[in-house]
């Protein structure tokens, strides 16, 4: 108990945390955000309404990430728990009404019902980049740019309860992610994710191709 209490100290947000809706240009700084593709800055920056970009991804899980998968499942599934080669995905991205950035992913595996997967990006009261899952699991996040768009690499993990923030163990999770947002030009963009465990190596894997709306109608 007096672990647990050791935990959570530091921790507490005083009741639900507060947000705050992510500002790319100040996270990566004037500069890098400038020589980013425009159409990555727009898909990074506010949205007014909703936005849905159609694609295909690889979904790949080791025996472990797979374990992990089925175990998240009580917890809102927050990682897709099956796998494919070319599985029809659709990402929805909007802001709520407290300002949070949501990407919802709608997996349609062959002969599944469709799954979607959400979450919300989000500032921290120390500013620090977070993203958290519908059933509370969360990671804070560093992004940086990189030729032709950007990386997201994970700091840690933790579970939101209220107004609890618990650390979670690196050793019990998929292990640090690393996500990239690539423009490839003519309206298309890839989407690759990797969470690489310091036991286990590569444990989950997602990529792919999405189209820009925006783009395919300009």
Known sequence: MAMLEAAVAGRRTGGHPHVQAPDFERLLGREAWAG???????????????????????VRASWFGWLIAQVLRLAGTPLAPWRGPDVPTDVTVWQDSQGALVWDRAYRFKGRQTLTVSSRKLVGDDGAL??????GL????SV????????????EYFLQLGPLRLPIPMLITPGPVVVRHTDLGAGDFRFEMTFRHPWF??????????????????
């Open 36 to 58: 980013l593709p425009a159409d990555v800055r727009r898909r990074f920056a506010r949205h007014a309404s909703q936005v849905v970009y159609p694609g295909q991804l690889e």
């Open 130 to 135: 977070l993203e958290i899952t519908r059933g």
């Open 138 to 141: 969360g990671m804070s996040l």
């Open 144 to 155: 940086e740019a990189e030729p032709g768009g950007l990386v997201f690499r994970s700091r």
């Open 201 to 218: 190596g590569d444990t989950l894997h997602q990529a792919g191709v999405f189209t820009d709306p925006f783009n395919a109608v300009s």
